[in-house]
């Protein structure tokens, strides 16, 4: 009996020295893993920019914008017109919608997921509506409180993964802090992603000789704005500031695909302004006000800024006035060509997802 105990005592000593040599080493083992694919991805750290003390507050001035692109009397850059080639490409679209109205019976559809009470959000989202209704794109909206589950999300873009009459599911991002936006990005069927944030697409989009189905909207209305302006790309050194998933990353990428020499800069870029300085193309994605200053530019750079950051503005009857990345009154003064804020990127970004949804739809009814 004492021999049993013993017996079993020792064997439960075993045990447990065992389990914890075993834990122990499975415990060293993954921390290892973990720690050294940390360390080989990168630390996970905050994208936080340091703001330059001497960036101006204010905004500049409304900027004139009619012609497509017009050249200022002073030595001054050219106005890329975003607004104008989105409205050029708008119609483009609306003929397209049409002809497939009148030739199969069918139209494409676009489906918007929103989650919260941002106002941005919903100002954005609102655009896209309207953009969709002008060129006879058929819309779909899911509203969903703040406070909802990730499982009500998810519901609402697998039911739009499933329904035939909707080509595009769009999540409108950010979402709120406690969901998982990774999950839900993933859930959204490849041949709907007219976002392009699949991991999918996005890897698609980096790796040589594949092709993603669906080309993220704000790069996309970057490269057309260049190549809409007749700016080579190939062989020129770009300089993108900013890496975000949905803008200055994938920019980087599509311009490595159009052969350009791509530098990106980020919160953490030693000494910012000499590599941008270097750039024959800098487009802006950091989401700060004024980041880019006049001396940051090579003279006769092309500037594409793709930030839309509200600036507080007494002035102003919404108390605040959107402002780019890129200060442009000091700007003007040293690139070749300009894209303003509004005005710019963002009308293009908008023009890009029907763009991607009247493909995404022509693809699914083989419709060309
Ligand atoms: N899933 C997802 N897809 C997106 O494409 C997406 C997103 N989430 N989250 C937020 C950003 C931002 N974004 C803009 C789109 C249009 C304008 C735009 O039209 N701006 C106008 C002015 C807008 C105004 O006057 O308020 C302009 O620059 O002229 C701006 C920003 C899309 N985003």
Redesign the pocket.
Known sequence: MMMLMMRKGSRNLWRKMGLKQILYSTNSLSDTLVNNSVRVLGPDLPEIWIPNPSSPSRPPPNIRRSPFIFNRQEQTAAVID??MMADEIRSEIANEVSRMKNSIGKVPGLAVVLVGERK??Q??VR??IAACEEVGIMSFMTELPKDCTEVQVLDAVSSYNLDPAVHGI?????LPQHMNEEKILNDVSLEKDV?G?HPVNMGNLAMTGRDPLFIP??PKGCIELLLRSNVEIMGKKVAVIGRSN?AGLPTSLLLQRHHATVSVVHAFTKNPEKITREADIVISAAGVANLVRGHWLKPGAIVIDVG?NPVEDPDSESGYT?TGDVCYEEAIKVASAITP???????M??AM?LSNTLDSAKRAYRFS
Do not use: A
């Open positions: 975003g607004k941005d959000s100002i954005y655009k896209k769009l999540v409108q991002l950010p976002d944030f909207c704000t949905i839309t959107l804020v509004p005005g710019g990127v963002g009308p970004t908008i997802l």
